[in-house]
Protein backbone atom coordinates (compact mmCIF):
# COMPACT_ATOMS: atom_id res chain seq x y z
CA UNK A 1 0.00 0.00 0.00
CA UNK A 2 1.25 3.85 -1.06
CA UNK A 3 1.32 5.77 1.96
CA UNK A 4 1.09 9.79 1.77
CA UNK A 5 2.52 11.32 4.68
CA UNK A 6 1.86 14.73 5.45
CA UNK A 7 3.45 17.34 8.21
CA UNK A 8 1.96 20.24 9.52
CA UNK A 9 4.44 21.10 11.34
CA UNK A 10 3.88 25.04 11.53
CA UNK A 11 3.19 25.08 15.41
CA UNK A 12 3.92 21.38 15.73
CA UNK A 13 1.06 19.59 14.43
CA UNK A 14 1.54 15.87 13.10
CA UNK A 15 -0.49 14.20 10.65
CA UNK A 16 0.14 10.61 9.32
CA UNK A 17 -2.02 9.75 6.67
CA UNK A 18 -2.33 6.33 6.76
CA UNK A 19 -5.49 4.99 8.86
CA UNK A 20 -4.64 6.95 11.91
CA UNK A 21 -4.26 10.46 12.60
CA UNK A 22 -1.69 11.71 15.46
CA UNK A 23 -1.66 15.00 17.20
CA UNK A 24 1.32 17.40 18.85
CA UNK A 25 1.24 20.22 21.25
CA UNK A 26 0.74 23.36 19.87
CA UNK A 27 4.46 24.66 19.95
CA UNK A 28 7.59 26.41 17.91
CA UNK A 29 10.27 23.95 18.80
CA UNK A 30 10.42 23.22 14.98
CA UNK A 31 12.16 26.69 14.46
CA UNK A 32 15.01 28.80 14.82
CA UNK A 33 15.44 32.40 14.37
CA UNK A 34 18.15 34.31 13.12
CA UNK A 35 17.20 38.46 14.08
CA UNK A 36 19.39 41.30 13.08
CA UNK A 37 17.10 43.71 15.07
CA UNK A 38 17.08 41.58 18.63
CA UNK A 39 13.97 42.97 18.36
CA UNK A 40 12.15 40.57 16.94
CA UNK A 41 8.38 39.12 17.85
CA UNK A 42 6.32 35.95 17.08
CA UNK A 43 3.09 36.04 18.72
CA UNK A 44 0.49 32.69 18.29
CA UNK A 45 -2.93 33.56 17.38
CA UNK A 46 -4.48 29.73 17.31
CA UNK A 47 -2.86 28.54 14.26
CA UNK A 48 -1.42 31.43 12.90
CA UNK A 49 2.19 33.09 13.31
CA UNK A 50 2.20 37.21 13.71
CA UNK A 51 5.95 37.95 13.07
CA UNK A 52 7.02 41.22 13.32
CA UNK A 53 10.91 41.76 12.02
CA UNK A 54 12.53 44.97 12.27
CA UNK A 55 15.36 44.09 10.59
CA UNK A 56 16.92 41.23 8.76
CA UNK A 57 15.08 38.06 10.13
CA UNK A 58 15.32 34.71 8.92
CA UNK A 59 13.47 31.31 10.79
CA UNK A 60 14.51 28.03 9.72
CA UNK A 61 12.65 24.56 10.27
CA UNK A 62 15.04 22.86 11.93
CA UNK A 63 14.17 19.43 10.01
CA UNK A 64 16.33 18.91 7.13
CA UNK A 65 14.03 17.67 3.68
CA UNK A 66 15.31 15.17 1.80
CA UNK A 67 13.88 12.86 -1.67
CA UNK A 68 11.08 14.47 -3.34
CA UNK A 69 9.03 16.80 -0.81
CA UNK A 70 6.37 19.62 -1.13
CA UNK A 71 6.40 22.78 1.29
CA UNK A 72 3.33 24.72 1.03
CA UNK A 73 2.13 28.03 3.91
CA UNK A 74 -0.32 30.95 3.57
CA UNK A 75 1.11 34.23 4.02
CA UNK A 76 -0.16 37.75 4.43
CA UNK A 77 2.30 41.32 3.96
CA UNK A 78 0.23 43.44 6.69
CA UNK A 79 -0.32 47.04 5.86
CA UNK A 80 -2.12 48.74 8.41
CA UNK A 81 0.22 51.96 9.53
CA UNK A 82 2.40 49.82 11.63
CA UNK A 83 6.28 51.08 11.72
CA UNK A 84 7.45 47.87 10.13
CA UNK A 85 4.46 47.23 7.85
CA UNK A 86 6.90 47.33 4.83
CA UNK A 87 5.52 46.22 1.04
CA UNK A 88 9.04 44.45 0.46
CA UNK A 89 10.87 41.08 0.45
CA UNK A 90 8.48 38.22 1.34
CA UNK A 91 11.57 35.69 0.29
CA UNK A 92 12.22 32.15 1.25
CA UNK A 93 14.97 29.54 1.11
CA UNK A 94 14.86 25.85 0.40
CA UNK A 95 17.77 22.86 0.58
CA UNK A 96 19.92 25.14 2.45
CA UNK A 97 22.98 23.50 3.78
CA UNK A 98 26.69 25.24 4.88
CA UNK A 99 29.62 23.92 2.84
CA UNK A 100 31.70 24.52 5.74
CA UNK A 101 30.11 22.78 8.27
CA UNK A 102 27.70 19.24 6.20
CA UNK A 103 24.87 18.60 8.02
CA UNK A 104 25.15 21.12 10.63
CA UNK A 105 23.09 24.32 9.39
CA UNK A 106 23.17 26.24 12.35
CA UNK A 107 27.42 26.49 13.19
CA UNK A 108 27.52 29.56 11.98
CA UNK A 109 23.86 30.69 12.93
CA UNK A 110 24.99 33.42 15.34
CA UNK A 111 27.22 34.89 12.70
CA UNK A 112 24.82 35.14 10.09
CA UNK A 113 22.51 36.56 12.58
CA UNK A 114 19.19 37.48 10.00
CA UNK A 115 22.43 39.84 7.70
CA UNK A 116 21.47 39.24 4.25
CA UNK A 117 25.06 39.35 3.05
CA UNK A 118 25.77 36.34 5.50
CA UNK A 119 23.64 34.14 3.61
CA UNK A 120 25.89 34.10 0.43
CA UNK A 121 27.84 31.67 2.45
CA UNK A 122 25.00 28.92 2.12
CA UNK A 123 23.93 26.81 -0.69
CA UNK A 124 20.30 26.77 -1.71
CA UNK A 125 17.48 28.14 -3.44
CA UNK A 126 15.98 31.48 -3.06
CA UNK A 127 13.03 33.55 -3.88
CA UNK A 128 12.96 36.93 -3.44
CA UNK A 129 9.15 38.01 -3.87
CA UNK A 130 8.86 41.58 -4.49
CA UNK A 131 12.31 42.54 -3.68
CA UNK A 132 14.08 45.82 -3.73
CA UNK A 133 11.52 47.87 -2.34
CA UNK A 134 8.83 45.85 -4.12
CA UNK A 135 9.88 45.88 -8.03
CA UNK A 136 11.62 42.62 -8.63
CA UNK A 137 10.55 38.83 -7.97
CA UNK A 138 14.00 37.22 -8.42
CA UNK A 139 14.52 33.23 -8.73
CA UNK A 140 18.16 32.71 -7.26
CA UNK A 141 20.83 29.80 -6.92
CA UNK A 142 23.62 30.18 -4.19
CA UNK A 143 26.73 28.51 -4.51
CA UNK A 144 28.45 28.82 -1.30
CA UNK A 145 30.52 31.86 -1.93
CA UNK A 146 32.34 34.47 -0.05
CA UNK A 147 32.31 38.37 0.07
CA UNK A 148 35.15 38.92 -2.71
CA UNK A 149 33.11 36.75 -5.50
CA UNK A 150 30.54 38.62 -7.73
CA UNK A 151 26.74 37.93 -8.16
CA UNK A 152 26.83 36.08 -11.02
CA UNK A 153 29.09 33.15 -9.65
CA UNK A 154 27.82 33.08 -6.01
CA UNK A 155 24.34 34.15 -6.78
CA UNK A 156 23.04 33.90 -10.32
CA UNK A 157 19.38 35.17 -11.37
CA UNK A 158 18.00 32.25 -12.63
CA UNK A 159 14.54 34.14 -13.91
CA UNK A 160 12.92 37.59 -12.72
CA UNK A 161 9.54 39.08 -12.92
CA UNK A 162 9.11 42.86 -12.74
CA UNK A 163 5.63 43.62 -13.71
CA UNK A 164 2.52 44.61 -11.01
CA UNK A 165 0.99 41.19 -11.77
CA UNK A 166 3.81 39.45 -10.10
CA UNK A 167 4.86 41.91 -7.32
CA UNK A 168 3.40 41.84 -3.38
CA UNK A 169 -0.34 43.51 -2.74
CA UNK A 170 -0.81 44.88 0.55
CA UNK A 171 -3.10 42.66 3.19
CA UNK A 172 -4.01 40.32 0.69
CA UNK A 173 -2.90 36.26 1.12
CA UNK A 174 -0.61 34.29 -0.67
CA UNK A 175 -0.70 30.61 -0.79
CA UNK A 176 3.08 29.69 -1.38
CA UNK A 177 4.36 26.32 -2.61
CA UNK A 178 7.79 25.08 -3.29
CA UNK A 179 7.95 21.34 -5.18
CA UNK A 180 10.83 18.96 -5.23
CA UNK A 181 9.81 16.43 -7.64
CA UNK A 182 11.35 13.60 -10.14
CA UNK A 183 14.60 15.97 -10.70
CA UNK A 184 13.18 19.30 -10.75
CA UNK A 185 12.36 22.08 -8.28
CA UNK A 186 9.32 24.45 -8.63
CA UNK A 187 8.11 27.54 -6.79
CA UNK A 188 3.73 28.98 -7.24
CA UNK A 189 2.27 31.57 -5.83
CA UNK A 190 -1.42 30.82 -6.08
CA UNK A 191 -1.35 28.27 -8.23
CA UNK A 192 0.42 29.94 -10.64
CA UNK A 193 4.10 28.47 -11.36
CA UNK A 194 6.64 31.21 -11.50
CA UNK A 195 10.05 29.84 -11.48
CA UNK A 196 10.84 25.88 -12.24
CA UNK A 197 14.59 24.57 -12.39
CA UNK A 198 16.07 21.18 -13.33
CA UNK A 199 18.17 19.80 -10.48
CA UNK A 200 20.80 17.15 -9.84
CA UNK A 201 19.63 14.41 -7.13
CA UNK A 202 20.03 15.59 -3.56
CA UNK A 203 20.83 19.16 -4.72
CA UNK A 204 17.33 20.62 -2.88
CA UNK A 205 18.11 18.03 0.53
CA UNK A 206 18.80 20.70 2.89
CA UNK A 207 16.49 23.43 4.76
CA UNK A 208 13.73 25.50 4.37
CA UNK A 209 13.47 29.16 5.56
CA UNK A 210 11.27 31.82 5.62
CA UNK A 211 13.28 35.20 5.20
CA UNK A 212 11.74 38.49 5.64
CA UNK A 213 13.10 42.05 6.11
CA UNK A 214 11.58 44.59 8.23
CA UNK A 215 8.45 43.52 7.81
CA UNK A 216 4.78 42.50 9.59
CA UNK A 217 3.26 39.28 8.23
CA UNK A 218 0.87 36.46 8.97
CA UNK A 219 2.11 33.20 8.28
CA UNK A 220 -0.15 29.97 8.64
CA UNK A 221 -1.04 26.46 7.22
CA UNK A 222 2.94 25.72 6.89
CA UNK A 223 2.92 21.88 5.66
CA UNK A 224 5.30 19.34 4.22
CA UNK A 225 4.59 16.79 2.12
CA UNK A 226 6.50 13.33 1.34
Known amino acids: MRKKI?????????????????????????WTVEDHSAKMRIEVA?????????????????????GDYEISYRVKMLMQGGKN??????????????PEHPGNLYARSAWRNGIFPNYRSLDLFYVGYGGNYNTTTRFRRYYGGTYDMEDPRVRPVIKEYKDPE?????????????????????????????????????????????????????????????
Not at 6 to 30: D, E, F, M, P, R
Open 166 to 226: HLLKPNKWYHIRICVKNGVTMYSVDGEELFTYNIRPGECDGQFGLRLLNNHVLFTDFQIVK
Open 85 to 98: DRLSDLNCFWGAND
Open 6 to 30: VYNLLLGVCLLVISVTLQAQVTLKH
Open 46 to 66: GDTLDITAPKGFTMWYNHRLT
